[in-house]
């Protein structure tokens, strides 16, 4: 099996796009037998995953990573462990003993920076992934500039790039944006408007019931104070913050549910091509 991390001066680089180092583990009956730092090879946001799978690896370990770079992840049969810190070898043992909690995905991406709760990825730009989708297209690899509004089935509108004034920027087919976009941008024309709707398969996934945690109350400090509906950060055991929203509570339990809002949606979109540079 090959463990590929994140890597940064010892340490598990927090920010999968970005990453211009892995260290890869060779581990032979559950342990460690080689290891060894190699670069990225200039593959920065469009071919990570791509890169990972050309050198058969087999498990990703990182920090910061986004929903499409998952996706992309996913597709390429790759496992993954999102939301690790710290030395990156510690990281790999507790991988190995079962101990290292996914996250998944943890940068909040599908083309908006509208969330007010502070649980945005924060990178410059957005820059959260790297082709990988699988998705082929003219734009594909190309900076577009796009304008969107993104409304629930019932019409509920959650986003929109209109109100804030302002297209959104990114790399098409990087995997920074979530797959069912990517791909309905791959092949437009600019100043092309189009509707689309996205099953979850093409948006944030399904609900995952292993991201809801049930804990005591008495087990937890400050779980006495929460509500049902509070937003909420919790920790795993490298001390990785990750977003989750209080479920539900009794006298002695309280529920958290860590997916991400968006998941188990259909989603609708009206994209407009503003720009392809």
Do not use: W
């Amino acid at each position: 099996m090959k463990i590929a991390v994140t890597y940064e001066n010892g340490q598990v680089f927090q920010h999968f796009g970005h990453t211009e180092q892995f260290k890869i583990y060779d581990v032979e009956d559950g342990k460690v037998v080689s290891s060894k730092v190699m670069g990225s090879d200039g593959a920065g946001h469009e071919a990570l995953a791509t890169l990972l799978e050309n050198r058969a690896i087999d498990v990703l370990i990182c920090g910061g990573i986004g929903p499409g770079a998952v996706a992309a992840l996913e597709d390429c049969g790759i496992e993954l462990c999102a939301g690790a810190s710290g030395n990156a070898d510690e990281a790999v043992e507790a991988y190995l003993r079962g101990e290292l909690v996914n996250t998944g995905a943890n940068c909040d991406h599908h083309g908006e920076h509208h969330h007010g709760d502070g649980h945005e990825c924060g990178h410059e730009g957005g820059h959260c992934g790297h082709h990988g989708h699988g998705i082929s297209g003219k734009n594909v690899g190309k900076t577009c500039r796009t304008h969107y509004r993104g409304t629930f089935n019932d019409g509920t509108q959650f986003d929109s790039s209109y109100d804030r004034g302002e297209p959104l920027e990114f790399v098409c087919g990087a995997g920074q944006m979530i797959k069912g976009f990517d791909a309905a941008v791959a092949d437009m024309e600019v100043g092309e408007i189009k509707e689309v709707h996205l099953m979850p398969h093409e948006a944030y996934g399904e609900s995952d019931p292993n991201a809801i945690i049930t804990v005591e109350i008495a087990q937890m400090a400050g779980a006495e104070s929460v509500n049902v509906g509070d937003r909420v950060y919790l920790q795993n055991m490298y001390g990785q913050p990750f977003p989750a929203v209080v479920a539900a509570k009794d006298e002695t339990t309280v529920t958290f549910d860590a997916n991400h809002e968006m998941a188990g949606k259909e989603l609708n979109f009206t994209i407009e091509l503003v720009e392809v540079k």
